[in-house]
């Protein structure tokens, strides 16, 4: 009996015990460090400053540790004391998470993040609370797997999705992003200043928003689009690169423009406002179509084969340069027939004419309401949120 109880009791005694993987946070020098596992890690980072108490929180319902610098206050929780980050004293994050599905959130002001999700479909917010009072610069990489991607409002803000279908948001950056969408199908949209946005391999969808944006569609069938809405400010240089692409105009832009597929900044004229400024894009040669808008548009194709569309509403004036197949479209429909000298016209409206143009059209002096009503148009996508919910 005697003999049995002690092989019981070392029996009890060499009983492993499994600790629970968690993410590790800890602070030193304005930095806070967090390590993701090789599992699912959800990090949230905010910043507390009431009830005397002033430190950077780290929630991971996942699980979480404190390292140094940091202390345990609450279930899943740490917080890091420091000073509240200003313009003239920010605060950054370096965050390195394994190969799960990861979704990182930064809630608070003035903190600098650099986020690598590595493999896994990662959700990962620079900046999640709109615009920031306090600016940082986030350079955020997802690492292979289908991620979804945004960032802050600071200078020189990085975004690389890496392999896989990407989608990308940077509206909070007003001061221009860099994004490189990575092979895959990525979606990217820009923010309100200059951006240079790459989409790289895989037939990608990309739009400039706001500013003059260098886009260039990498490999790949892609679609381009250089603003949205009626903020057309800044002249967009677009490039197709290889593949068969197609410039789309922003389908909620109801002026008649000119587009011309020939290397001329000269692109994206409005001819409904008599004082209206040039806007100067360039939609270079390397793009092979061209989708225009509600109104009436001018669309020049280039020397290569180009698909020339009228868009969602009113009638295109197309043309190309010789050996060029000219398809034109009247209200969303094509047509394989190389262009004629002239095309049938709508009731009610004059013969469009595909020889190719001498010169642009003349604008007129008023703006013409477009004759068929105005289907609803798609508005930019916002941010997509990460499936957590911020703490207080």
Known sequence: MRLAAAVAAVTCLAAPTVASASSTVSFSGRT?????????????????????????????????????????????????????????????????????????????????????????????????????????????????????????????????????????????????????????????????????????GGNDKISGGGGGDAIHGGDGDDELTGDYGEDKAGADDVHGDAGTDTFVEDRNWDRRQFWSLDDVANDGADFSDAGAADEGDNVHSDVENVTGGYDDDTIVGSDGPNKLSGGSLGDARCSGAPATTRWWARAATTSSTPARASTPSRPGAATTSCAPPTAKPTRSAAASAPTSPRSTGSTPSTPRTTATTARP
Do not use: M, W
Request: proline share 3%; aromatic share 6%; charged share 20%.
């Open 32 to 200: 806070l460090t967090i390590t993701g596992t090789a599992g699912a890690d959800k990090p949230q980072v905010g910043y507390r400053d009431y009830g005397g108490s002033q430190g950077f929180t780290v929630y991971d319902g996942t699980g979480i540790t404190a390292g140094g610098g940091c202390a345990s206050s609450g279930t899943n929780e740490v917080t890091c004391a420091g000073a509240k980050p200003t313009a003239g004293n920010l605060a950054f994050a370096s965050v390195t998470l394994g190969g799960g599905n990861d979704e990182y959130s930064n809630y608070a002001d003035g903190i600098a993040d650099t986020v690598d999700g590595g493999d896994g479909a990662d959700k990962l917010n620079g900046r999640v609370a709109g615009d920031s009072v306090v600016p940082a610069t986030d350079h955020i990489t997802g690492g292979a797997g289908n991620d979804e991607l945004s960032a802050g409002s600071g200078d020189g803000t990085t975004c690389d999705g890496g392999s896989g279908d990407d989608y990308i948001r940077c509206f909070y950056v007003t001061n221009g992003v860099t994004v490189t969408g990575g092979p895959g199908r990525d979606d990217i949209g820009g923010g309100d200043g200059p951006d240079t946005l790459g989409g790289d």
